[in-house]
Nanobody
Framework: QVQLVESGGGLVQPGGSLRLACAAS????????MGWYRQAPGKQRELVAA???????NFANSVKGRFTISRDSAKNTVYLQMNSLKPEDTAVYYC??????????????WGQGTQVTVSS
């Protein structure tokens, strides 16, 4: 009964910026962590950034210094601010969340993905 809805993807020029948002809806006890993964054609899915309930963040080396991740706890939403975008950032970006259900079961949820294309 929990869904992740992603938004904010699109086409941008190299050096441009995008902000992705992922909102968790439904009934749950709490969100333990939220993050973003990406997958380009012919490549494996990789972690981009994640943030825990305590605010601890983790970034892929390839995006560190360019991307930031934040949460709006009141809206159960995670944001990925992407600056200085490069063509190699082109991928489908998937939101991921670690959820505790109301019965305190751990669930790992995935959004449907949003396309980010960086091209001139």
């Amino acid at each position: 009964q929990v869904q992740l809805v992603e938004s904010g993807g699109g086409l941008v020029q190299p050096g441009g910026s995008l902000r992705l948002a992922c909102a968790a809806s439904g009934s749950f006890f709490t969100i333990v962590s939220m993050g973003w993964y990406r997958q380009a054609p012919g490549k494996q899915r990789e972690l981009v950034a994640a943030i825990t309930s305590g605010g601890v963040t983790n970034f892929a080396n390839s995006v560190k210094g360019r991307f930031t991740i934040s949460r709006d706890s009141a809206k159960n939403t995670v944001y990925l601010q992407m600056n200085s975008l490069k063509p190699e950032d082109t991928a489908v970006y998937y939101c991921n969340a670690g959820i505790l259900t109301r019965s305190l079961m751990e669930n790992n949820l995935w959004g449907q993905g949003t396309q980010v294309t960086v091209s001139s």
